[in-house]
């Protein structure tokens, strides 16, 4: 092909008037039409294979580091036309900067994508994913989303590698912090509302961001809950559990998925051709594309699957992978792999294809500097309303887990004696995965927060020991200040990258020498009150803490305004409303546990858990030490027995479930309304119970209202063991109620 000019480029496409009416990949299977097939027709006949190669490859900026660098010849290959996105490149400047490199010092001018992980916002932090999750509150999830999406989009950031919907039941694992824990419905319910925040109705907008759905999948049933670990589950498992939350974001428009680090029943995820062809093409019918996770298809050869890194690359491609994520795999093997007739071209062009029309829809063909506004940049970010709605995040997402004869909230006449190595904390109390957030200068400490109620006479600090290690040298001090204060407050938990990749626990207990400090509170102070503020990445075994202290508040890792949105729930001017998206175990050997776990021939009888030969343990209780949907408030709320607007329903009849919910307390404020459901007989066994719906409702002091819930034969569904989803006649239990924590009282038959 001759060298052609820009000019010639743009001419070619703007005589072009005749549209597809279909595309076709190589098998010969339509894929959904766009207004952009006849441009992206006209480019991709004008690109050599190494160009459309270099559309699917990605590098690092090294801005920030996630993982090894492969190449430090960004700008060299950038020129080569051998890049087509990159990651961990942010700002107007440095965006800009190699965006004119592939635009204007490259053959064809194609513009690069920029990625980078915004996970639970860009500059404004909002409280870690698993906190957001307990706030049960999917329209604040999307505003979080969004806002995140306003920040980074200002600083040229294209695109997100998140939502993770990954369903997690194993505290160990570290990455349980990044979802929305345990539960398949509520996970779903997150996962679009991730999606709409960050992509919004129009991807041409400059102020959206691509969502990216990961890891695909199985993730975070690693073995033993230690990352990139095997994944071994049945297919009704990975069925019925595991990817209904990814289909959810399908449902939802989610332009970009990405591969998983671990392997699902022996084959990698990022070769297994089942995960991303019969399912997520055929199935699903996705036509957005496939990025790896950093340097997976370099990993498939430790992984014992492909024998050296062009096998690698091979297996990726045939497995329907689109983009390397800083593998160079493509880079360096596929022109090799297509002239040896390894490697099928239309591969390739599929994979072209794909990244062509992301950057299409995103309108960087019409003005690849869209994302590049200065005065924007200095606009968006840090804003005043982005982070007063951060702090109400905050607020909204902790748990009030216990709360004996009202010791909170505080009021402004006490004395309080803050203690603990996160009570100033700044650096920790942003999280994990905090993107471009200030650890220093804008985070706020829950010292800070109180002191929007307190003065500072009435504040009596000290730090009492470290988050790690097992020196107690500050125990007096803390001692000392307890004894003169009225009250106790106790900021503990865990560092930061405690949880997040790569951070797995087999100790899930505080960490250092911290619950010994309260050990020595309580036993200095044995009739003040204790609160202790909880801050971690995970649940934790927390079955000493709970005898020792009054009030635990678990406030996750709350972000860049935790300091402001905990000292409101601290002082009642909001009463807490979060509700647990995981269960907390009472100790590291009940794992795996979680609310709807199966039912064994010899349960347990609910008046007589110690009865011998059942299927139970003989030290402690089956039960968790706090459920999922557990969640107190300041107030209380009483739930009227269950209507339902029929006893026995057809197949396409639907069902009205209704229950009054009073507040009989004495403080306004939030309720979650639970929907839950037993399938009792199938023909392959049922969890215990199922959540099916939620409702988020406010209500003053005395006041009633009335939830319904509206179920039809699509929500009773199940995959049977042909793998068909289908649901089955006969009896099903319901109830409605503010926690999984129940016994069933009601039944609907399905005819």
């Not at 909002?126 to 200002?154: H, M, Q, T, V, Y």
């Not at 050997?589 to 009865?611: A, F, L, S, V």
């Amino acid at each position: 092909m001759n060298r052609l000019t820009k000019p010639n480029i743009i001419t070619v496409l703007l005589l072009l008037v005749f549209s597809c009416n279909t595309t076709e990949n190589k098998n010969n299977k339509t894929q959904k039409t766009t207004p952009f097939d006849t441009k992206i027709d006209s480019l991709m006949s004008l690109m050599t294979l190494q160009e459309k190669i270099g559309q699917t490859v990605m590098y690092s900026g090294g801005w920030t580091v996630t993982g090894p660098t492969v190449s430090k010849n960004n700008k060299k290959h950038i020129k080569a036309g051998d890049v087509g996105a990159m990651l961990n490149v942010y700002s107007v400047k440095g965006t800009r900067n190699l965006q004119k490199l592939a635009v204007e010092e490259t053959r064809l001018g194609i513009p690069l994508l920029f990625g980078y992980d915004v996970i639970h916002g860009f500059k404004t932090i909002f409280p870690i994913n698993l906190g957001l999750a307990a706030s049960w509150d999917l329209d604040d999830i999307e505003k979080g989303s969004r806002i995140a999406a306003e920040e980074a989009s200002a600083e040229g950031i294209h695109w997100t590698f998140a939502p993770m919907v990954d369903i997690a039941r194993d505290p160990r694992w570290g990455r349980i912090s990044e979802g929305a824990g345990e539960d398949v419905y509520l996970g779903s319910q997150i996962a679009k509302a991730y999606v709409q925040g960050f992509q919004g109705d129009d991807l041409s907008q400059p102020n959206t961001i691509l969502a990216c759905a990961k890891h695909f999948v199985g993730y975070g049933a690693a073995q033993a809950g230690r990352d990139y670990h095997t994944v071994n589950m049945g297919k009704g498992e990975l069925r019925n559990v595991y990817l209904p939350p990814f289909k959810a974001t399908i449902d939802a428009g989610v332009e970009t998925f990405m591969t998983a680090f671990n392997e699902v029943n022996g084959v990698p995820a990022t070769a297994n051709s089942f995960i991303y062809r019969d399912v997520l093409r055929d199935e699903w019918n996705f036509n957005g594309f496939v990025v790896t996770d950093y340097t997976a298809i370099n990993e498939l050869v430790p992984h014992g699957f492909a024998k050296d890194e062009k096998e690698a690359t091979k297996l990726a491609i045939d497995a329907g992978i689109d983009m390397d994520m800083m593998s160079n795999a493509n880079r360096l093997y596929l022109e090799a792999l297509v002239n040896e007739g390894q490697v099928d071209v239309a591969l390739i062009d599929d994979a072209c294809r794909r990244i062509l029309l992301t950057k299409y829809k995103l309108g960087l063909f019409d003005d690849p500097y869209r994302y590049c506004d200065e005065q924007r940049e200095k606009d968006v970010v840090y804003k005043p309303e982005f982070l007063q709605a951060a702090r109400h995040s905050a607020a909204i997402s902790s748990v009030l887990l216990k709360n004996d004869e009202k010791a909170l909230p505080l009021n402004t006449d006490q004395t309080i004696a803050l203690i603990g190595p996160l009570a100033k904390d700044k650096e920790n109390i942003i999280g994990n995965w905090a993107a471009a957030g200030d650890r220093k200068g804008k985070a706020i400490s829950v010292h800070q927060g109180i002191q929007e109620y307190l003065n500072d006479s009435k504040i009596l600090f000290s730090r009492g020991c470290e988050i790690e290690g097992d020196d107690v040298t500050g125990f007096q001090k803390a001692i000392n200040i307890a004894r003169k204060a009225d009250v106790v407050v106790m900021v503990m938990g865990e560092d930061y990258d405690m949880s997040g990749e790569a951070a797995s626990r087999t100790n899930i207990k505080l960490p250092g020498s911290q619950t010994k400090l309260i050990k020595a509170i309580r036993k200095a102070v044995p009739d003040k009150k204790i609160i202790l503020v909880l801050m971690n990445g995970r649940p934790l075994d927390l079955s000493e803490e709970d005898t020792l202290a009054d009030a635990i508040l678990e406030t996750w890792f709350p972000g860049t305004m935790g300091g402001h949105g905990v000292a409101d729930l601290l002082f009642g001017t909001y009463s807490p409303s979060g509700k647990l998206p995981v269960t907390f175990p009472r100790t590291l050997g009940q794992i795996p546990i979680y609310y709807n776990m199966k039912n064994t021939g010899r349960p347990i009888p609910p008046n007589n858990p110690k009865e011998d030969y059942k299927s139970n343990y003989i030290d402690v209780p089956n039960t968790p030490l706090y459920p999922f949907g557990h969640g107190l408030s300041y107030t209380t709320f009483e739930y009227s027995d269950i209507k339902l607007s029929a006893s026995t329903i057809g197949f396409s009849d639907t069902l009205t479930a209704s229950t009054t919910i009073t507040n009989t307390g004495n403080y306004d404020g939030h309720e979650i309304a639970q929907l839950y459901v037993h399938d009792k007989v199938g023909s392959v066994t049922r969890p215990v119970k199922e959540l099916k719906g939620f409702q988020k409702i406010f209500l003053k002091k005395g006041e009633s209202k009335t939830v319904s819930f509206t179920i039809s034969v699509e929500d009773l569904k199940f995959y049977n063991s042909d793998m068909i989803f289908t649901v089955e006649p006969g009896a099903f239990e319901i109830a409605i109620k503010g926690t999984s924590d129940f016994n069933f009282e009601h039944l609907f038959t399905l005819e």
